[in-house]
């Protein structure tokens, strides 16, 4: 099925880990792309493989924690004359460090790129999506809600937990010009970064890694990429018309306990 015809979604973070695979998803549904990241070399090469879905793939190398980038973003969306439809915002920041090593600089980055890029993105299309009735889908963490032993979040959990507030806040602003808002609350997903994590853990971290997961996650695995993207792409179609204000888990029931 063609899910996402002649849709245009904007997917930030799009060049790696979930972001990719949600651009890929949506690609194989019919959506055309813009992918913005911060590696230029690596979205060129994201955007050859989208193209074999027969899409239209536009890139922009930008860091959107800073709110100049933002400006560009939305100039090179206009110069090309491209109506948003969808966007993903899924680029962000997460540092474990303790709340009082936790400086304000960390503390802000956390902020600008989690917060502040996603509300002053979707702010800028705003018109597009209300002309459309289309839909955001922001990218939470199980961190909102759940803690884990040795791994302090204060900084990131709190952004999460903003972005939930944001996407329910949003969806009942924006419900009567028909543009819905939901969340994706991922679990340990097995992305490229999550992966070169492990290979630098020694075989007695990796068997107590093993094991937490069997400990904590009811199917006792963690996820894949395209797990997150299935939903995504259930979420962005008329599929989910009804669907607004949710913040779903994706996170094989590690927040049932």
């Known amino acids: 099925m063609n899910l996402l015809i002649n849709k245009t979604a904007l997917i930030t973070g799009g060049s790696d880990g979930i972001g990719f695979a949600i651009a890929t998803a949506f690609a194989e549904q019919g959506a055309n792309l813009i992918l913005i990241g911060r590696d230029r070399e690596k979205l060129g090469y994201r955007e050859k493989l989208l193209k074999q879905y027969d899409i239209t793939v536009l890139s922009i190398p930008a860091d959107i924690s800073n709110k100049d980038s933002l400006s560009e973003i939305v100039e090179q969306v206009r110069t090309k004359n491209i109506k948003i439809d969808i966007i993903v915002n899924n680029a962000g920041i997460a540092r474990f460090i303790p709340f009082l090593n936790t400086d304000i600089p960390t503390l802000d980055y956390h902020l600008n790129l989690n917060v502040k890029a996603p509300y002053l993105l979707t702010q800028a299309f705003l018109d597009d999506l209300i002309q459309s009735r289309g839909n955001v889908i922001n990218i939470s963490s199980y961190f909102s809600r759940r803690m884990l032993p040795d791994r302090p979040s204060t900084a990131y959990s709190m952004t999460k937990g903003a972005i939930e507030s944001f996407t329910k806040a949003l969806a009942f602003e924006l419900g009567p010009h028909g543009v819905r808002v939901n969340a994706i609350a991922p679990g340990t997903v097995a992305t490229p970064q999550v992966e070169s994590n492990m290979e630098r853990l020694d075989r007695k971290e990796k068997d107590r890694f093993n094991s937490m997961i069997k400990s904590i996650y009811p199917l ?38």
């Open 220 to 257: 006792q695995t963690i996820g894949e990429p395209k797990d997150i993207a299935n939903m995504a792409v259930f979420l962005a179609s008329d599929q989910a018309k009804w669907v607004t204000g949710g913040i779903f888990p994706v996170d094989g029931g590690l927040t049932t306990n």
